[in-house]
């Protein structure tokens, strides 16, 4: 396999995995005010993926390190013309990452209240924005003959951008709600659950109509594939399986649907990183666009030894705090002081035996 092709694949796989990843992490974002009704609930939604975030976010700085070491050309092309996009990307995600950091340091209901609305539309911004730009690949973008982007920001704002950005953005919920279901408990649980049976059918209906437009516009043809609809068909699992209580396999299906969402972009893009819309011959390719051999050769070797140790950590990450949350389990919340108080000090109990002092003492 020539390595201007595994360098493909291996972005496209990575691109798929931020999504899968770090997606269920924005759902979480945008539902925590919708789920948790009290402090302490929103504290449950939020520490659901507080181990997890900034993990999951490393797979977007390796996706675009990625491009700009194996696809100069396409990096160049691509960020210079997304680059008002990407400041307001880049503010989202610093946005969101502060306010799990600032939420608790201040004891108000409105510094909470503020961090909790920036962390929302941080979670909503940042998967919208991407999916514009990984639509714009697809239908192209004014490029000329030296890969440079002609056009202003406006021409950014393509109708099959902005519904690829809808389309993520709502998968993106329904993730974060199946994930809830799996990790949460009590009435977060409950609210999470509720939530995904109701965006399912509609997430199925619009990734439907985003598959259709695909191939009748981008793959110029009518009856869509198997990963298309075997998408649409396990989020319309989502709502039986939920029903069911088998959350773990409610969670499985949304992860399946985003990840072949984002990956049958690549899969219509290829042999193309990035279409011209002024002139098909200027679209960027993966031998236009690619690194030399000797340095796609170096990047390959360096890859196959260190990335399954990246993916065992991370994995094992997943393993260590793979255990619900409740209220019960913060530090300081109601039922946590309850649970934890000493037997005399609850109503209607008999008063405990004092333990020996240490000697010395």
């Known amino acids: 396999m020539p390595f201007q092709i595994f360098w493909f694949i291996l972005i496209a796989v990575l691109w798929t995995g931020f999504f899968v990843?770090?997606?269920?992490?924005?759902?979480?974002?945008?539902?925590?005010?919708?789920?948790?009704?009290?402090?302490?609930?929103?504290?449950?939604?939020?520490?659901?993926?507080g181990p997890l975030w900034d993990g999951n976010e490393v797979w977007l700085i390796v996706a675009g390190a990625s491009m700009f070491a194996a696809?100069?050309?396409?990096?160049?092309?691509?960020?210079?013309?997304?680059?008002?996009?990407?400041?307001?990307?880049?503010?989202?995600?610093?946005?969101?990452?502060?306010?799990?950091?600032?939420?608790?340091?201040?004891?108000?209901?409105?510094?909470?209240?503020?961090?909790d609305r920036s962390s929302a539309i941080g979670s909503l911004v940042a998967p919208l924005l991407i999916g514009v730009a990984l639509g714009d690949l697809l239908v192209g973008l004014p490029i000329n003959s030296s890969f440079e982007y002609t056009g202003t920001f406006w021409n950014l704002l393509t109708p099959y951008g902005l519904f690829t950005g809808v389309t993520l953005a709502l998968l993106c919920v329904v993730h974060g709600a199946t994930f809830l279901s799996l990790k949460a408990t009590g009435d977060v649980r409950d609210r999470a659950d509720l939530l995904a049976r109701r965006f399912a059918p509609i997430a199925a209906v619009?990734?439907?109509?985003?598959?259709?437009?695909?191939?009748?516009?981008?793959?110029?043809?009518?009856?869509?594939?198997?990963?298309?609809?075997?998408?649409?068909?396990?989020?319309?699992?989502?709502?039986?399986?939920?029903?069911?209580?088998?959350?773990?396999?409610?969670?499985?299906?949304?992860?399946?649907?985003?990840?072949?969402?984002?990956?049958s972009i690549f899969v219509d893009l290829y042999p193309r990183v990035m279409v011209s819309s002024t002139n098909s011959a200027y679209s960027l390719t993966v031998k236009n666009a690619a690194?030399?051999?000797?340095?796609?050769?170096?990047?390959?070797?360096?890859?196959?030894?260190?990335?399954?140790f990246v993916l065992l950590y991370q994995g094992w990450t997943y393993y260590v705090f793979r255990k619900r949350v409740s209220v019960a389990d913060l530090e300081g919340g109601g039922e946590s002081r309850e649970a934890a108080a000493p037997p005399a000090e609850r109503p209607g109990s008999a008063p405990r035996p004092s333990a020996p002092s240490p000697a010395g003492e």
């Open 71 to 115: 696809f100069p050309e396409w990096y160049a092309t691509m960020f210079s013309a997304f680059y008002l996009a990407l400041l307001v990307l880049l503010v989202a995600l610093i946005l969101r990452g502060l306010s799990f950091e600032y939420r608790g340091k201040r004891d108000s209901a409105a510094w909470r209240r503020g961090w």
């Open 291 to 308: 690194s030399g051999a000797y340095a796609l050769k170096v990047m390959t070797v360096v890859v196959i030894l260190f990335l399954p």
């Open 206 to 263: 619009v990734v439907l109509a985003w598959f259709l437009w695909t191939q009748i516009t981008i793959s110029e043809g009518v009856i869509p594939g198997l990963i298309p609809v075997s998408a649409v068909g396990a989020i319309v699992a989502v709502v039986w399986l939920l029903r069911e209580k088998r959350d773990g396999w409610a969670f499985a299906m949304t992860t399946y649907a985003i990840g072949a969402t984002v990956l």
């Open 21 to 49: 990843l770090e997606g269920f992490d924005f759902g979480v974002g945008m539902l925590k005010g919708f789920v948790g009704k009290t402090d302490d609930e929103r504290r449950v939604a939020i520490n659901t993926i």
